[in-house]
């Protein structure tokens, strides 16, 4: 069966070739233009989904890449920082050693003491150091001072303490690969305490200057102070001029050693010789091991900063093999997309003449 071709059959077929032609001329003048294969999931399903997935990816390699750089930014800062404590304390250690020799005069012991003392405040500086807005030392408490001291000379740690796993913050530098970044001011620096020697109601003693035992009692009603002399008699001198009577001392660490060569030095310059110079030589160790605990510390992070150089070394190469493979299967070929372009030009401008022409035809051109 021959089936007749009408004009509007005729024309209906003309205008979706124009149109065929039209789009395809249109899909490569957006390619060329915006560089990308893919102008809609429907051009290619199976390539558009692993664009997404890729550039799924890709973000999660760009977010893993700046962790990596922040971390490794705080973990230089937190190296720099137990460098000079180290240098700190090996300066330190070198003064007790001197202190040590009992050939010394109380001058030179008084000198000594100035100078540990000017260590104690600069260590505490330092360890109050911030980083981005972080006391690197506070443990998980990083918007609190870790470090206080108070009137008696005591040295408190305010931040997470070591033994407590929440003073942990890590941050994520690969999927589900985790890093820990800080570390606690205790655990490095220690702390220093004396606690104040109370009598049996629990009031506060003091020493005057002569070495007497004065108590504290306070009125419950008007929270007033009141003064005496434990082996009686009212305390009629300045308050401000009495000393803490010390009770016993809790310490750890850097500050543990660096008060107690203070307070041991001060003993012998008050006369007490012998315990003076015994807890003086006890404070050799105790630099010792403070010094080791840094070191030790300062490994550990050297450690995590090679890892986080690593990661950085593998993220990148996973960025580059990723770029490659997005280009591949999206980015335009220039040359090629050009002469295609043009080819479509070319058909869609044919197409619209042999439609021009076609539709000119009537009747009349039969007539003669």
């Known amino acids: 069966m021959v089936e007749r071709l009408t004009s509007s059959s005729r024309y209906a077929l003309l205008v979706a070739d124009m149109q065929q032609s039209l789009m395809n001329y249109n899909r490569l003048t957006a390619q060329l233009s915006s560089g990308s294969k893919l102008q809609s999931i ?9 664009v997404l997935n890729t550039n799924r990816q890709l973000g999660q390699i760009d977010v893993f890449a700046q962790n990596v750089e922040m971390a490794s930014a705080e973990l230089s800062a937190l190296d720099d920082l137990m460098s000079l404590a180290t240098g700190y304390l090996s300066t330190a250690w070198d003064k007790a050693v001197q202190a040590n020799n009992q050939t010394y005069g109380n001058d030179s012991l008084e000198a000594l003491k100035v100078e540990i003392d000017e260590i104690i405040k600069t260590m505490v500086d330092l360890a109050n150091t911030e980083y981005n807005d972080n006391y690197i030392f506070g443990g998980a408490n990083t918007k609190t001072l870790p470090y206080t001291m108070d009137e008696n000379g005591n040295i408190i740690y305010n931040g997470t303490p070591h033994d407590n796993p929440d003073y942990i913050r890590q941050t994520e530098v690969a999927d589900g690969v985790f890093e820990v970044i800080n570390t606690t001011g205790d655990k490095v620096f220690g702390y220093y305490e004396a606690v104040q020697e109370t009598d049996g109601n629990g009031n506060k003693v003091f020493l005057d200057a002569d070495g007497n035992r004065v108590i504290e009692t306070i009125d419950p009603n008007t929270q007033t102070a009141t003064y005496a002399y434990e082996a009686g008699g009212a305390y009629t001198g300045d308050v401000a001029d009495l000393e803490v009577s010390v009770q016993e001392e809790n310490y750890s660490g850097v500050f543990g050693a660096l008060k107690v060569l203070s307070n041991s030095i001060q003993m012998v310059l008050d006369g007490e010789t012998e315990e003076g110079y015994d807890k003086m030589f006890s404070t050799l160790d105790m630099f010792e091991d403070s010094l080791n605990t840094i070191t030790q510390e300062q490994t550990k992070f050297g450690g995590v900063a090679n890892r986080l150089e690593m990661t950085s070394s593998t993220l990148e190469t996973n960025n580059t093999s990723l770029q490659a493979y997005l280009s591949e299967i999206n980015d335009v070929d220039m040359a090629e997309a050009v002469t295609e372009w043009m080819q479509a030009q070319y058909a869609y401008q044919a197409s619209m ?16």
């Open 42 to 50: 429907k051009d290619d399903p199976i390539a558009a989904v692993n």
């Open 353 to 368: 003449q042999i439609a021009a022409s076609t539709m000119n035809i009537s009747l009349l051109n039969y007539m003669q």
